[in-house]
């Protein structure tokens, strides 16, 4: 069972501390299914993507300038690899936040510091994602403003 | 982890500033183009402007969450302070919250298009 108060780092975890863990677990837990599930459809619609735009190479069907058509399966190619960068990115960020749910349930059960340690050493590995991408994605706006200026 | 959390709300805060600033240039430019052609644009252009700023007031409040979650978590954790640690959490709930909610509505309005405009091409 559960103490009222049990140490973690130099601070104690009371009942509110409890309950605030407790609930950003569901959360998370919320969080990384829906991911997941993003995850999923956004590598479906990379294929699909794919498909249609090499849809219009077929003899008869795709254009007559070979141009065009090279052009439209280049194009699906790029909406297929950009796609499952994404749905790979979200799948690890929500896998993060999956096993941070699963740690912080056992270490509230068990009462176990090092097992709430871990899972607080998942959201970091959650949050570090998100902060490369967000880095990687503003070089790339700011690349994208000095392409068009100078 | 406060560090990491600071540097995403910091990160998403300033591509937001990028994004509105791209949007006036955007706008700008469209404006000149339509007063060339003679193309009257202003329902698009309403249409653009409400779901590029309802993006950005979603965005900014996952970041101020973020940023409350790193500042108190810190600041609880250094002073050994029992209520800037929860509050900290607290936040971390909050961001939580948010973004699954967000993802819920992004996959919903996915899904209603794929249903209603999917597979056609094909």
Not at chain 1, 139 to 148: A, C, Q, R, T, Y
Not at chain 2, 33 to 40: A, H, I, K, N, V
Request: proline share 1%; with cysteine.
């Amino acid at each position: 069972m559960m103490e009222e108060k049990s140490s973690i780092f130099n601070l104690t975890l009371d009942a509110e501390s409890t309950s605030i863990i407790r609930t950003s677990v569901s959360w998370a837990r919320i969080l990384s299914i829906s991911g997941y599930i993003l995850a999923g459809v956004l590598m479906m619609l990379g294929i699909v993507t794919k498909i249609v735009f090499s849809s219009y190479d077929r003899p008869g069907y795709g254009y007559n300038d070979r141009t065009v058509s090279d052009s439209l399966s280049m194009g699906g190619t790029f909406a297929l690899v950009v796609y499952i960068i994404v749905s790979v990115v979200l799948a690890a960020s929500s896998t993060f936040l999956l096993r941070f749910a699963n740690k912080a349930t056992a270490a509230l059960k068990t009462n176990s510091i090092s097992a709430l340690n871990g899972a607080l050493a998942n959201v970091r590995a959650h949050l570090s994602i998100w902060a490369v991408v967000m880095i990687i994605v503003l070089l790339m706006m700011v690349l994208g403003i000095l392409s068009v200026i100078l | 982890m406060a560090t990491w959390g600071l540097i995403v709300a910091v990160t998403m805060v300033l591509r937001y500033v990028i994004n509105v600033i791209e949007y006036f240039q955007v706008k700008a430019e469209a404006d000149r183009m339509s007063q060339e052609l003679g193309y009257d644009y202003n329902t698009a252009s309403q249409s653009t402007l409400i779901w590029t700023f309802l993006g950005i007031a979603i965005g900014l409040l996952v970041c101020y969450f973020l940023y409350r979650f790193s500042t108190f978590t810190k600041k609880g954790l250094d002073n050994n302070d029992q209520a800037d640690f929860d509050t900290g959490i607290l936040n971390l709930r909050n961001y939580f919250l948010t973004v699954a909610i967000v993802l819920i509505v992004l996959i919903a309005i996915v899904v209603i298009v794929l249903t209603l405009f999917g597979a056609g091409p094909i």
